[in-house]
């Protein structure tokens, strides 16, 4: 009987610790700090507009190398 009362106290433990798991991992997500639904709505516009610059720096780098090669090969 000691032995099981051990084994369901360990499984008790377990179960309590994984819901707090649980529970803290709602709350990042719902705070927008790792990951969920709000992480989009906090970080997709930041996002975005990093993602535009690197494009529209690497088009500029792309027309002047370009346009660089044909005023020197003309």
């Avoid at 360990?10 to 649980?22: E, F, P």
């Avoid at 719902?30 to 989009?40: E, K, V």
């Avoid at 507009?49 to 027309?63: H, I, K, S």
């Amino acid at each position: 009987m000691g032995d099981d009362m051990a084994v369901g106290i360990d499984n008790g433990r377990y179960a309590a610790v994984t819901r707090l798991d649980h529970a803290a991992a709602r709350d990042f997500d719902q705070d927008g700090r790792f990951g969920g639904a709000q992480f989009g709505m906090a970080f997709g516009w930041r996002v975005m507009v990093v993602a535009v610059l690197v494009v529209m720096t690497a088009a500029g780098v792309a027309v002047v190398v370009v346009v660089g090669h044909w005023a020197v090969t003309v």
